[in-house]
């Protein structure tokens, strides 16, 4: 199998990051991960890529042009897959337009409802009964890209924030990768 030359974008912790990964050391896996791009250079998971000798790049989003650097760096790497995991900058219509159908998200909520940060307090407070991941394509509006697969839980009545989003987080280790072997099963 000819493995996609992916590129994994991060901004923190990493954990989904480290699980891509650990499943891209499968021969079956279709993906593999050739480069890491964070927008935060305390970002915990860029020692990950260190770890596993992968090619990692430091983006100052704060500057006007910082998505060129990564355009030129997914050319130099011959990216041809990108997920987001754990992203926390909008990727520009450039980019997108770049990746047609190649772009994919991992976001903490069953899409469409809770678009954007802070899911869990948000389900509290709405008192909602089920909670989850969604990994979806990225399209030019935020969180609102085709679903490729949810997984769901029942939301307990002792579960606080921090229980949620253990909770979410193991069903996204599931997720990201059954998504991804879905996606490449049908092409
Ligand atoms: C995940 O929960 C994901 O749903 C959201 O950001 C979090 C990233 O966690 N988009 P990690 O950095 O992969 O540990």
């Given at each position: 199998?000819?493995?996609?030359?992916?590129?994994?974008?991060?901004?923190?912790?990493?954990?989904?990051?480290?699980?891509l990964?650990?499943?891209?050391?499968?021969?079956?896996f279709?993906?593999?991960?050739s480069?890491?791009?964070?927008?935060?250079?305390?970002?915990?998971?860029?020692?990950?890529?260190?770890?596993?000798?992968?090619?990692y790049?430091?983006?100052?989003?704060?500057?006007?042009?910082?998505?060129?650097?990564?355009?030129?760096?997914?050319?130099?790497?011959?990216?041809?897959?990108?997920?987001?995991?754990?992203y926390?900058?909008?990727?520009?219509?450039t980019l997108?337009?770049?990746?047609p159908r190649?772009?994919?998200?991992?976001?903490?909520?069953?899409?469409?409802?809770?678009?954007?940060?802070?899911t869990?307090?948000?389900?509290l407070?709405?008192?909602?009964k089920?909670?989850?991941?969604?990994?979806?394509?990225?399209?030019?509006?935020?969180?609102?890209?085709?679903?490729i697969?949810?997984k769901?839980?029942?939301i307990?009545?002792?579960?606080?924030?921090?229980i949620?989003?253990?909770?979410?987080?193991?069903?996204?280790?599931k997720?990201?990768?059954?998504?991804?072997?879905?996606?490449?099963?049908?092409?």
């Open positions: 199998m000819v493995k996609k030359n992916t590129c994994v974008f991060i901004s923190g912790k990493g954990s989904n990051l480290r699980n990964i650990y499943h891209s050391r499968n021969n079956n279709p993906l593999k991960i480069l890491v791009i964070s927008n935060n250079k305390k970002a915990n998971g860029i020692i990950y890529a260190k770890k596993f000798k992968i090619p790049v430091l983006v100052n989003s704060k500057l006007k042009y910082y998505e060129n650097k990564i355009l030129l760096s997914l050319k130099k790497y011959k990216i041809n897959f990108i997920c987001l995991a754990g926390m900058k909008i990727v520009s219509n997108i337009k770049n990746y190649r772009i994919i998200n991992i976001h903490p909520s069953l899409l469409p409802r809770f678009k954007g940060l802070n869990f307090s948000r389900m407070k709405n008192k909602e089920k909670a989850g991941c969604t990994v979806h394509y990225v399209n030019e509006k935020l969180d609102s890209g085709n679903v697969i949810q769901k839980f029942l307990r009545d002792n579960d606080d924030e921090t949620l989003k253990k909770k979410t987080q193991k069903l996204e280790y997720a990201f990768p059954e998504a991804i072997i879905k996606i490449f099963r049908n092409i």
